[in-house]
C-alpha cells in the first residue's frame, strides 16, 4: 500500500476499501484518519453506517452518527441514515427532532426524509400522519418514478383506512 501523507489521502483509501468490499481495511484506515484528526466529522459518518449495516450495533452507530452531526451538522448525508437508525430503534422524540433538523439542511432529500417519517408513522397505525407525510414527500420530488412510488404508498394507506372502517350492517324489513 502506498504511503498515505494527508488525512483527506486515507480518507479516500477508506471509501475506495469500501467500494471494494475490504471492509477490515476500510475500519483500519478510518480509525487512523481520527487518530490523526479527531473532528474529521466524515470518518464518524462512515464508521456509523459500517456499524449500522454491516454489524447491526446500532448503539455504536448511534454514536458515530451523533459526532458526526454534533462536528458538521451541515453535512446532509448523515441525516437519512441516522433517521432511519432512530426509525428502527422506535426513538419516537428523537424521530422528529432530526427529522425536523435534517429538513432544514441544504443538500438533504427531503422527499426521503418525509418518506421514512411516513412510513415510521404507517408502521404506528396513524394513517392520517403517514398520508400527510407521502404527501408532502410526493410535493418534494421532481423525480417522477419517486412521484409514482409516493403514490403508491397513499394508495396503500388509503386501502389499510378502508379496511379498518368499521362494517354497519343494518337489518331492513320490506
Sequence with gaps: MDVLYTVDEKYLQAIEELYYGELPKALHLFNEVLSADPEYARAYYQLGSCYFYQFKN??????????????EAEFPD?????????????????VEEV????LRVP???KARI?????????EQQNFAKAKQQYR?????????AEHNLFQD???????????????????GGN
Excluded: F, W
Design 99 to 102: 427529522a425536523q433538523k435534517a
Design 107 to 109: 443538500g438533504v432529500c
Design 136 to 144: 408532502l414527500a410526493a410535493l418534494a420530488t421532481a423525480v417522477p
Design 153 to 171: 404508498h397513499l394508495e396503500r394507506i388509503g386501502k389499510k383506512q378502508d379496511t379498518n372502517r368499521a362494517v354497519i350492517y343494518t337489518t
Design 78 to 94: 448523515v441525516y437519512e441514515h441516522y433517521l432511519k437508525l432512530l426509525i428502527t430503534l422506535k426513538m419516537d422524540r428523537s
Design 114 to 122: 418525509y418518506e421514512y417519517l411516513g412510513l415510521y408513522a404507517e
Design 58 to 71: 446500532y448503539q455504536t452507530a448511534g454514536y458515530y452518527y451523533k459526532q458526526c452531526i454534533s462536528l
